[in-house]
């Protein structure tokens, strides 16, 4: 019953080669994917990977703490492997619940930008359509159709709308605070805003705190250079 | 699925910081014999009597709880340590000391569970409180500094507590800067700026809380 550490699986990306450096736990990297997906406002990438191990290993342990009960082993032992069954499980269902809310509510956001749906899960994408055609159905049938001809799309406040402005949109200059995990350069926090690049002249060291706009940080967050507090 | 009444999913509520802080290793001394634990976060043990051993914080609550440890308190907690530490923040009016990240909670749950493990108790507890206290202050103070031109903010050495404070209201409070602050036309910023943009430009064009 042993606890893989995170370099059993091929490196998909800048994030997993970092792990298999240091051989980081599964449940270390976990909590890192919960924390960065609470604090950011849009929805990131599915750790596909990650929760599938993570779930694999859970379902061992339950079986494991099955045996022991049975086999009468110190109840203290126990209890603590328990303790840390359950410490795991609410850190895999606050991810799944917390990637469910953001679907909840930016829906037609995700169907509609394409780089979106991408991150999400195959579980997630059956998600998303059912409940946009649930939601759809109900707003249709209770509201738009009582509405003016007009004004019956469920996107757009009405056909003379120029773009699908009643979707809402994740807020992309949300304050997050970040942590640097290496060193960050000043030109790796440009904002594509020609305007604003001017005032950038910052770099962050590892260990700092910075409360920081979310998109100046997305592209380091993906890299795995920042972490989200 | 009532989308508008969840609440804000981006928050950290107290519990969820203290249960982040509980994975902090921390030294304790077992009075028993037990196996090597192979939780799913790690293995730990063997656990021999009276020979020290590093478990996460909420394994040691545990096993003190059911008196089969005592837990040493970490080195940053003796009142030495703690008396430098608020006699440097009281010093210094914009520099947050060193501490480590989650020193509020392992404080808290150490007073509550570890009583007996800790010396001066009470001394340590009135040093934590003050250090608190001080600190606190000082973000306050550094939240009037913030304007519309603000566009990212450092905050060395802050710990997870206290940035969990502060973050719903920071954050709101820049984003209002920003907004605010790119309505007004773009003319009226510019030419008197320049010499305070060169002069913030030196300082890295960033609003220090910390050191």
Known sequence: ?229 | MAVQSEPDYSLFTAQEIEFVAEDELIEIVPNMRMDPLNLICGDFGPFLPQIAAQVPLWLAVALKKRGKCTIRPPEWMSVEKLTRVLEAERDSEREFQLLPFHYVEISRLLFDHARDDIPDIYMVRSLIEDIRDVRFHKVQSSLETFDGRTSAVQIKSLSAMEVNIVRPFVARALQSFQKLDSLLPETDSTPNNQPQEADKASKGRRVLRGR
């Open chain 1, 1 to 229: 019953m042993e606890s893989e550490p995170g370099s059993s699986d091929k490196p998909s990306n800048g994030m997993d080669d970092f792990e298999t450096l240091i051989s980081t736990t599964d449940v270390e990297l976990l909590r890192r994917a919960w924390r960065n997906e609470k604090a950011a406002p849009e929805i990131l990438r599915f750790e596909t990977n990650l929760i599938d191990r993570v779930t694999g290993q859970l379902q061992l342990m339950e079986e494991t703490v099955d045996d022991f009960v049975e086999s009468s082993i110190d109840p203290l032992t126990v209890s603590l492997y328990q303790m840390d069954l359950d410490r795991t499980q609410f850190l895999l269902r606050s991810y799944l619940r917390i990637r469910l809310q953001k679907i909840e509510k930016f829906m037609f956001h995700i169907l509609k930008t394409n780089e979106l749906h991408d991150r999400l899960s195959k579980q997630e994408k059956n998600f998303t359509r059912r409940y946009s055609e649930v939601i759809g159905k109900h707003l249709e049938e209770s509201v738009l159709l009582n509405l003016p001809d007009n004004y019956q799309s469920l996107i757009r406040q009405s056909t003379t709308s120029e773009e699908d402005d009643m979707v809402p949109e994740p807020q992309m200059d949300t304050f997050v605070v970040c942590k640097a995990r290496e060193y960050v350069g000043p030109s790796e926090l440009q904002d594509s805003n020609k305007s604003l690049a001017s005032d950038l002249l910052m770099e962050m060291e590892p260990g700092e705190l910075f409360f920081i706009p979310f998109k100046r940080i997305k592209k380091l967050l993906e890299n795995g250079k920042v972490d989200l507090v």
